[in-house]
């Protein structure tokens, strides 16, 4: 088991900031991919970014290209979202998930964290 823990997420204006984070315990952190989801009221979880075990691959919704980083710390079990030039369709709870591998599709997640709600106002 992989527990996993997001913090990080608030209220901000759209063009603002906020740095997500997930804290990974359990198994060893650094034998997993790790994605960001976010789920929007009444609709499906949606990928938002990946990162390999070793940082090389980073996928991105075309969404938030350009805007959003995704990196992770090994040394600390945690990975980080970097979001940036925030806009109110980025509203939703974000989730954090582990994997073996990079993949964009939240059914092949193993592990999930319980979210953080991200609040973009216009």
């Known amino acids: 088991q992989v527990q996993l823990v997001e913090s990080g997420g608030g209220l901000v204006q759209t063009g603002g900031s906020l740095r997500l984070s997930c804290a990974a315990s359990g198994r060893t952190f650094s034998n997993y991919a790790m994605g960001w989801f976010r789920q929007a009221p009444g609709k499906e979880r949606d990928f938002v970014a990946a990162?390999?075990?070793?940082?090389?691959?980073?996928p991105y919704a075309d969404s938030v290209k350009g805007r959003f980083t995704i990196f992770r710390d090994n040394a600390k079990n945690t990975v980080y979202l970097q979001m940036n030039n925030l806009k109110p369709e980025d509203t939703g709870v974000y989730y954090c998930?582990?994997?073996?591998?990079?993949?964009?599709?939240?059914?092949?997640?193993?592990?999930w964290g319980q979210g953080t709600q991200v609040t973009v106002s216009s």
């Open positions: 990162i390999s075990v070793m940082g090389w691959i980073t």
């Open positions: 998930a582990a994997n073996t591998i990079v993949v964009d599709k939240a059914s092949e997640y193993d592990f």
